[in-house]
């Protein structure tokens, strides 16, 4: 089988795991004859083998690009082969992440037990305990495109094969998908943190208090943890936690006080100047979203809550910025990618 065929598989599978992958995000890549096939932005890695999802990247160009700080890295759109290109997509907008290895075979993931410890102030110090085998690195968060490659190639050696991104994710690499694969599986493992149980949410209470709102109870009982979890609320509620939320959900959550609608509770944050949350936390209650959420807003979900019942009340967690949140709603990758339609 041809390493693209088994590429593809592997993207299918990965993209299946919520635990690895949540809708659009992630992003697997294969470098081939001076060609870099990526995933294509909005893309789900879930529709591997049933869709045409990889873009073709011309390496050289891109990596002379990305030496003189071009800012043409943030879209990577200029440097698709179009000779080989049979979609009308752009290239993932974490292509430069992909670029800056040189093994053939990349594979990202917003690895829920990874970012339940990149999420921390002392995220670097927790995760040497845990990866002292491997050849890895932390990367400090930074904006993906051209920020997060130039923090990238600082702290890249020849021989890392493991990074772990700071409020974002994992990335592994190796010379064949199956290796490629061998190492997620191993490194993984001794990053799992336990998940608390999810205690029951009051679905009647949550009913009456959406009636006639343009908001409905989530149907994912696990999601509703993010409300009756104490630990889960208060640590969800300190902010955005990594990009793809506050791409798909806006700024952090909304947390409804008594007397408000959830629309109030949402504009409210949106009031303070941060984009407003589609979030809406009833503490003791449960969670409503807008009645027209996407499967991609209840799979972003869906990750904040899997990542909030793995931390501890004790935890530093460090959230996004103002800055790094305005930085992501009005960046034009970002725009392309939210405005294309959900999968
Ligand atoms: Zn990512």
Not at 190 to 217: I, K, N, T
Not at 256 to 272: D, F, V, Y
Not at 307 to 327: F, G, I, K, N, Y
Request: with cysteine; proline share 7%.
């Amino acid at each position: 089988m041809s390493e693209m065929t088994l590429l593809k598989a592997l993207s299918a599978k990965v993209g299946a795991n919520s635990l690895l992958v949540q809708a659009a995000g992630g992003n697997t890549s294969l470098k081939q004859d001076g060609v870099m096939w990526i995933k294509a932005s909005g893309t789900w890695l879930q529709h591997a083998q049933e869709r045409d999802i990889f873009v073709p990247v011309g390496i050289d160009p891109l990596l002379s690009a990305l030496e003189r700080d071009d800012p043409a890295c943030e879209t990577c759109t200029d440097f698709v082969r179009g000779d080989l290109n049979r979609l009308a997509l752009r290239p993932s907008i974490e292509t430069t992440v992909h670029a800056s290895f040189a093994h053939k075979v990349v594979v990202h993931v917003h690895c829920i037990e990874t970012i339940s410890w990149a999420v921390r102030d002392d995220a670097e110090e927790r995760l040497a305990e845990r990866l002292s085998g491997f050849r890895w690195a932390f990367v400090p968060y930074r904006r993906p495109g051209l920020p997060l490659a130039r923090e990238i190639r600082k702290r890249l050696k020849p021989d890392t094969d493991v990074l772990v991104l700071g409020n974002h994710g994992l990335v592994v690499a190796a010379e064949t998908v199956a290796a490629a694969e061998d190492l997620l599986m191993r490194v993984v493992p001794p990053l799992r943190r336990l998940a608390r149980p999810v205690p029951a949410h009051d679905l009647s209470a949550l009913e009456d208090l959406a009636q006639a709102s343009g908001y409905s109870p989530c149907a994912d009982r696990v999601v509703h943890g993010l409300a009756v979890d104490t630990v889960s609320l208060i640590q969800a509620r300190k902010g955005t936690l990594y990009p793809d939320h506050i791409v798909f959900l806006g700024a952090g959550i909304a947390v409804m006080e008594a007397g408000e609608t959830p629309k109030l509770a949402a504009e409210r944050i949106g009031r303070a100047g941060r984009p407003e949350p589609k979030l809406v936390v009833v503490p003791g209650k449960g969670v409503l979203l807008p009645s027209d959420a996407t499967p991609a807003m209840h799979a972003m979900t869906r990750c904040l809550a899997d990542v909030a019942q793995r931390l501890e009340p004790a935890d530093p967690v460090r959230v996004l910025t103002l800055e790094d949140e305005l930085a992501l709603t009005n960046w034009d990758a970002e725009k392309y990618r939210q405005a294309l339609p959900a999968a």
